[in-house]
């Protein structure tokens, strides 16, 4: 069985940091691309970055280009997301997901308070 389980939400003030953990097993993490997407409430859910299988490659949605960090480590089964000068509207709900699958986490809150 294949289970995504996140960590490392919290409140923080704006300006602040937080570094989101996602646990990956029943999978052969290393061989899978994967993306950390966010739901504010009332709003779609979104991509906020994506990595490559080795972590050489990644993408990013234009609103946390230069705050955001994604990275990976494969002997870890786990993917990061190294958050920094948060905003309020960061807001949201952080997921993570084994791209182009139906396999998501629970999610974990994060909120950036003014």
């Known amino acids: 069985q294949v289970h995504l389980v996140e960590s490392g939400g919290g409140l923080v003030q704006a300006g602040g940091s937080l570094r989101l953990s996602c646990v990956a097993s029943?999978?052969?993490?290393?061989?899978?691309?994967m993306g950390w997407y966010r739901q504010a409430a009332g709003k779609q859910r979104e991509l906020v970055a994506n990595?490559?299988?080795?972590?050489?490659?990644?993408n990013y949605a234009d609103s946390v280009k230069g705050r955001f960090t994604i990275s990976r480590d494969n002997a870890k089964n786990t993917v990061y997301l190294q958050m920094n000068s948060l905003k309020p509207e960061d807001t949201a709900v952080y997921y993570c997901?084994?791209?182009?699958?139906?396999?998501w986490g629970q999610g974990t809150q994060v909120t950036v308070s003014s």
């Open positions: 997901r084994w791209e182009r699958t139906d396999y």
């Open positions: 029943g999978i052969t993490f290393r061989l899978v691309r």
């Open positions: 990595i490559s299988r080795a972590g050489d490659s990644t």
